[in-house]
């Protein structure tokens, strides 16, 4: 929730935002938090986090909040 109103997230989103959130601070890269979050899933691929992590900003971007900064080269942290 954000001022008292709920985001609605997928649930990738959610374990992404939930797993970077845990990991505050820490860098992963897109195939680290793939293999965290969708090690199950052999049709996905990491190139489908890049996506997830646009559309959570879209998101936060509304409340002018962005959690997730990109480590150029290397991947995402939240802030």
Not at 5 to 32: D, H, M, P
Not at 37 to 65: G, P
């Amino acid at each position: 929730m954000v001022d008292e109103r709920i985001i609605s997230f997928t649930k990738s989103e959610y374990l992404i935002c939930e797993y970077l959130a845990k990991n505050r601070g820490q860098v992963f890269s897109k195939e680290q938090i793939h293999e965290a979050i969708f090690s199950f899933d052999k049709d996905s691929d990491s190139s489908t986090i890049a996506t997830h992590i646009k559309n959570i900003r879209l998101k936060f971007q509304d409340y002018n909040i962005t959690p997730i900064e990109t480590v150029w080269g290397i991947g995402y942290k939240w802030k």
